[in-house]
DNA sequence: TATTGTTATACTCTATAACTATA
DNA sequence: TATAGTTATAGAGTATAACAATA
């Protein structure tokens, strides 16, 4: 039986190194077209392959201020991967929209981002996979499920 | 059967989610006494409470640069969490120790940390947890095994 | 007046390259 | 000359508070 305080350690402790990780495989990658993106733009990029959002919806997706997305869109528009245009029904709202640019650099680093891990996990073997990927969906369930909480919460002015 | 391309995907989904939930959960943990410290300051605190080490060593063993390193401890001396002096045996190195404040602001955000972390896991079922448990082991000894093999690829010089 | 987004400010984490001190 | 560490420089991610534009 394993108690949650134990879990808890164990997840402070393996986060940073995976992070580290992840990081170092994700920057090893060489990418021959583009600058070598992080882990948060392939993420960003990620979410508005599907469609557009404004910069709030965004902040709220990525879990980060307005602040902070403004800024980091800055950097993808500066890089010509994002659109930023005001809405005409609410033209205090900005539309984000990838480009066609930032559509080929994300599909190609999103590729070379798994690959780098892939081969990482290649080194498991089929039981350690399995374990591995069960606890990364109840870690992904659980924590998509507080965002979620928190972002109602947001909106449902829980302020002190 | 689960491939190693799917569970790459998801540990690259699931690693900035459970990045921010853990970041969040920490700092709004109220600590009474201290300003609240980072994951990575925890750890580098952590790392020390054992036994001190020369700014290299706890460079090569948290996994930065020197230079990333060199800063990250003028913030904990500058705190008064961490003390820096200069080895006698050869001048060069540094030895960093744990400070009685250290001591004591490591081991009272720790408890925070677990505990804001310990909260969340207590979401889990029994078997949930125990799932979880198992995959952060194998991914801990996985990244664990990684860097150490990087580290002695530094010092045989693999550089190119 | 309320909402959306940007900017000013400040901090941490990160790396490479140039440099200092020591061996 | 080689090694340990610091500093100069640069960039990304982060937040709070003050602000501008729009509704």
Redesign the interface.
Known sequence: ??????????????????????R?AMRLQKVPVHEPLT??Q??LLKILRHESHSLGELATR???TASTMSRSVDILVRRGWVSRTSDPADRRQVILQLTDGGRGAHAEMDQH???A??L?????D?L?????????????A???R??AE?AGLALAGGGS
């Open positions: 039986m394993v108690n949650a305080r134990d879990c808890a350690r164990l997840l402070l402790e393996t986060l940073p190194i995976v992070r580290r990780g992840v170092e882990m948060d392939v993420r990525h879990g980060v981002a798994e690959e891990i892939t990482l996990i290649e080194e498991l089929d350690e996979r399995e374990k591995l990927f069960s606890g990364l969906e109840v870690l992904h659980l924590l998509e507080k965002q928190d």
